[in-house]
């Protein structure tokens, strides 16, 4: 645990003190932290190591003394707190003044000092109202701050070191405590301003001395000045009488040639005029001439459009009268057929009458037998039914003589019933069979009858659907017809346009291709006609592999120079095979191999007043070594101030955005740039068409 001093203002022989402390985001104080109240007279502050004794007593300087004048910024950076968290922007130390006795020179009895400082900014505030340095400085002086003696805050470990020094030191310290050595310097200054007062009356002497001499120079001069200026108007008057009569002279020439000249001026208007109006007409006319080409190219077009459709028609013809042929004779074809199908339906209907007539007498037959049958059942249930009655009214004895005969009579009588039995069923599945047959045949005329009408009525719904279709298929092959006549003429507009475009495009390449040397020109044609022989390892110039905003182009294209027609590849060995095939009257050319380029990343500075060139492009990730090798060392600066003041600390390359420049080794380049030329700008066009 250590302790640290206070103020020497707070000593109690000195009324006014310090009431109150507000300190916030300084060093270890992140939020308001609010001292009071203080003691008229001694402090002491005591805590652990760490709590901020320190801070406070530096927030105290940082208000009061003069240590913290003039700060970079990571000195402004290291007064700020810093912590996990929220970051702070700003710091501020505030100090209440007990200003009863009027020690300030203010008429309150209370004085406010706050500073506030950040990372760009450091302002003082006086009783809640802003403040300059100077007034603040003033302020404390008055009331005894004064930086020529800096003792009003003694620091720990002074009292210790002016213990142990000699006396020669102390009688110093004691002057520049007491004051005194404030006088010893203004005395040194203005024995200084003495001795040089002293040399510039002596050199004003001499420079009088010297005026004297010249001044009776002068008067010797001034006669002759006064001879010569008599003479001189003499001579200029003589020399003003010629010159009126030459001047009469050449105005009466110059009035005959500018006679003769408002005679030529008015001709060469007419003939200017005349010219003028030959163009206009040629410009009409050549116009027209285009208007002419295109419709006759367009009436070319739309005639050969025109005899396809007649040939396609005339086929269409012949193939429809084919078809309606074709289809008059499947016509004449199904209606006879139809024809004998109703003779073969009437031939069924009448086969059919006959069936069912023979049916009827069947069933009647049938009818007949089976009442027969049931008679025959009847009686031989009635025999049965007899015999039993006999039987049991007879005895077996009395009827046959022996047993074989009772049995053979019976067995003759049971094989007779079985055999009308027999006859009888077999009669009666005879006359089955019959009906079963005269049935399946009734069943199968009748279906017959209904295939056939149901073939007849599907063959008209076909008949009528291929009707339908016919004319559907007719409306398509009109519909497609014309939307082939307008497709045709939309093709032949866009062939035009692509034309048109294509002159276009060809007029941009050229107007791109003047703006560049032309040793590069021939370079950069030589490479597009072989770039297919090695597709893929070829990227192409940057200017192609780069887009930016049209405010940078102007600082883009002074930056770069030639270098935006680098041509960019994959790897060395294509330079190699490139060169190889271009021969050596193709131009000249600058490639750059991604797999040899080096350029790192610079730590240039982002701010209001400066951007890096390259955060500005916008290029595919695989090319940025190739324009860190081109842009990765400029920054773009808003005026030539900045861009001097920025190359030289930052050693950086700056442009503006008029295309200035100022190289990093001092060299400054600048001047007009006629934008109409721009590369970028005709390279973004050519891209478009």
Known sequence: ????????????????????????????????????????????????????????????????????????????????????????MSASVEIHFDNRDNRFPVDKEEVIIRRVIGVKKDEYYLDGKHATKADIVNLLESAGFSKANPYYIVQQGKINSLAVMKDSERLELLKEVAGTRVYDERKEESMKIMRESEAKVDKIDEVLRYI??????????????????????????????????????????????????????????????????????????????????????????????????????????????LDVQDASDKAARDEERYKNLQKELKAVEQELKKAETTLESVRSQYQVDAAAEARLKERI???????????????????????????????????????????????????????????????????????????????????????????????????????????????????????????????????????????????????NRIRTDVRGHVYGPLIELLEVDNMYMT?????????????????DETVTRLLESMGTDAGRVTFMPLNRLNARESSLPDNDDVTPLMKVLRFRPMFKKAFLQVFGKTLVCGNMETATEYARKHDANCVTLDGDQVNRKGAMTGGYYDTRHSQLQHTQNIKAR
């Open 1 to 88: 645990m250590d302790t640290t001093d206070v103020p020497a203002s707070v000593h109690p022989s000195n009324y006014t003190y310090i009431k109150r402390i507000i300190i916030k985001g300084f060093k270890s104080y992140k939020d308001q932290s609010e001292f009071e109240p203080f003691s008229p007279h001694a402090n002491v502050i005591v805590g652990r190591n760490g709590t901020g004794k320190s801070n406070f007593f530096f927030a105290i300087r940082f208000v009061l003394s003069d240590m913290y004048g003039s700060m970079r910024l990571e000195e402004r950076q290291a007064l700020l707190h810093e912590s996990v968290g929220e970051t702070v």
């Open 212 to 321: 004297d001499e010249r001044l009776a120079e002068l008067e010797a001069e001034k006669e002759e000045l006064k001879q010569y200026q008599q003479l001189d108007r003499d001579k200029r008057g003589i020399e003003y009488s010629l010159y009126t009569q030459e001047y009469d002279k050449v105005v009466d020439q110059l009035e005959k040639l500018e006679a003769d000249r408002q005679k030529e001026t008015v001709g060469a208007s007419k003939i200017h005029q005349n010219v003028m109006e030959s163009h206009d007409r040629l410009k009409s006319m050549e116009k027209d001439l285009r208007t002419s080409a295109a419709e006759l190219t367009r009436t070319t077009a739309s005639k050969n459009q025109t005899d396809e459709e007649r040939q396609d028609l005339i086929r269409a013809r012949a193939k429809l009268v």
């Open 381 to 527: 249930s009635t025999a049965d039914r007899r015999l039993t009655e006999l039987y049991s009214k007879q005895g077996r004895a009395g009827q046959f003589t022996t047993r074989q005969d009772r049995d053979a009579h019976i067995m003759k009588e049971i094989k007779d019933l079985d055999a009308n039995i027999k006859q009888q069923d077999t009669q009666l599945r005879q006359v089955q069979t019959d009906v079963k047959k005269l049935q399946s045949d009734i069943t199968k005329v009748e279906t017959d009858v209904e295939q056939k009408s149901q073939g007849l009525q599907t063959r008209q719904v076909v008949i009528e659907k291929a009707l339908v279709a016919y004319n559907e298929a007719k409306a398509r092959r009109d519909s497609a017809s014309n939307t082939r006549k307008e497709q045709w003429k939309h093709d032949n507009d866009l062939d035009m346009q692509a034309q048109s475009l294509r002159s276009e495009l060809l007029k941009a390449e050229s107007t791109l291709h003047g703006t560049i040397p032309k040793s590069i020109s021939t370079g950069l044609v030589a490479v």
């Open 555 to 571: 600082a883009v294209e002074m930056a770069a120079g030639n270098s935006l027609f680098h041509i960019v590849v994959d790897t």
